[in-house]
């Protein structure tokens, strides 16, 4: 290393969480609001239950990932200086879901956006917090997905609605001078595909009106057939760009994190890159497809499941409207034996998060008081110059 070079940064995934709500859709109380069944839905696309919201919001769901990522982690929220939230179903058009988990979070040094991607959405996140890291900008980055997928689907529409559940899920990366952690990321887009899986209004395009009201522009719409072709292609294209870039050869693959979207898709990408079941995590038969939350919440439900270790190499793909796609290697560094939180420990994180929430509605109040006053102020200055002139 030359004199003045400074040394090589890496990105490591030092924390982990989920959240998923608890109300959970059969695939038999489906049935009974579309022409569809268990057996179909499980035949064709391996998925048995998905969760769905009932009062929380996207917003809510990536608030309780992050928690548990930065406790898992023993990070506090002022130690995180960039946030970056993957969403197709965020709080609002703006402010961005991610700023309004930074207040909630209370981390006050935090930069905050967020990014979309529709299901290739954290793949991508991953990817712009670990360049962050790398090139010097930041030190510590939250990169969550979450999504509320359930209010943008048209619950008359049997071939969407199966599909889709909810759910969040974090990773908290940190600098470190040590090899390891995120090794390669690719990403890919094909926006001439964007028509086979969309959301039409909503955007600049076909703003909000009667009419796209009427006729459901603002759910999802998918051809489901393409939307599969470009899936398999994709997914073991992807998958092998991600190790070739990590210079690991596929026999070094420990665990591949697909995108849970359809059992069907991932078999084919398994069988194709020749990986035993052993070697690919699937899910998709809890939550349905959570979009840009499916590869975070797969990797800590793999983690839970003790499918993770120290130096294990593993690839996380996806796909999704763009069309788009995104692969990334990592080399695990973190120990997984999740520690023990104790019940002071707890305590004084409800504390610190009642404190942030107090800190954010007293700013709220301080703002308007002052905007106010200062009112008050320049309406009383206008008139004594009005008054002196
Ligand atoms: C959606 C998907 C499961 C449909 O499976 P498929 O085998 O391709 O089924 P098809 O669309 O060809 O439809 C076959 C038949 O089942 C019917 N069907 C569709 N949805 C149904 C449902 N929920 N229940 C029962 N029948 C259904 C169709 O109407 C069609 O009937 P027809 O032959 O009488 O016209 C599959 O195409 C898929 O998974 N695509 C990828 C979707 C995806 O992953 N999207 C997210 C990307 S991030």
């Known amino acids: 290393m030359a004199a003045n070079q400074s040394p090589q940064r890496f990105a490591h995934i030092i924390g982990w969480g989920k959240y998923v709500p608890p109300n959970v859709l059969t695939n038999d109380e489906l049935a009974k609001r579309v022409d569809t069944s268990d057996a179909w839905i499980r035949e064709r696309t391996g998925i048995m239950e998905r969760r769905i919201v009932t009062k929380e919001t996207t917003a809510m769901l990536g608030l309780y990932a992050a928690q548990e990522a930065l406790e898992v982690a023993d990070v506090a929220p002022n130690e ?7 969403t197709s179903t965020p709080e609002y058009i703006f402010p961005a879901t991610a700023s309004v988990i930074q207040d909630q979070l209370g981390a006050d040094n935090a930069g905050a956006f967020d990014l979309s991607a529709a299901c290739s959405g954290f793949v991508y996140a991953l990817s712009v917090g670990a360049a962050m890291i790398r ?9 969550i997905g979450a999504e509320t997928f359930s209010k943008i689907l048209n619950w008359k529409d049997r071939a969407t609605c199966i599909l889709f559940g909810d759910g969040a899920g974090a990773l908290l990366l940190r600098a470190s001078d040590q090899p390891g952690g995120i090794l390669s990321t690719v990403l890919g887009s094909d926006g001439s595909g964007g028509d086979l899986l969309n959301v039409p209004a909503g955007g600049s395009r076909n703003p909000a009106s009667l009419e796209t009201v009427m006729n459901n522009l603002h759910t999802v719409k998918m051809n489901g057939r393409e939307v599969y072709r470009f899936a398999t292609r994709v997914m073991v294209d992807a998958t092998k760009q991600a190790l070739v870039k990590a210079n690991l050869p596929l026999t070094e693959l420990d665990l591949l994190i697909p995108h849970q979207a359809n059992a069907r898709i991932i078999d084919y990408a398994a069988r194709t890159l020749q990986l035993p079941p052993e070697k690919v995590f699937q899910n998709v038969e809890h939550y349905g497809n959570t979009s840009a939350a499916s590869i975070p919440l797969a990797l800590v439900e793999a983690i839970e499941a003790k499918r993770v270790n120290p130096g294990d190499h593993l690839v ?5 409207g763009g069309l788009s796609w995104g692969s990334c290697a990592v080399e695990w560094t973190a120990p997984t034996d999740k520690r023990l939180i104790t019940p002071q420990r707890a305590a004084q994180s409800r504390l610190r998060y009642r404190w942030a ?16 006053v200062t009112h008050v102020l320049d309406r009383i200055e206008g008139r004594q110059n009005g008054h002196s002139g």
């Open 135 to 143: 090139s010097g900008q930041h030190n510590t980055a939250l990169v």
């Open 80 to 86: 995180i200086d960039l946030i970056i939230v993957a």
């Open 357 to 372: 929430n107090f800190k954010s509605f007293s700013h709220r109040v301080l703002r308007r008081v002052d905007s106010g």
């Open 316 to 320: 996380m793909v996806g796909f999704g």
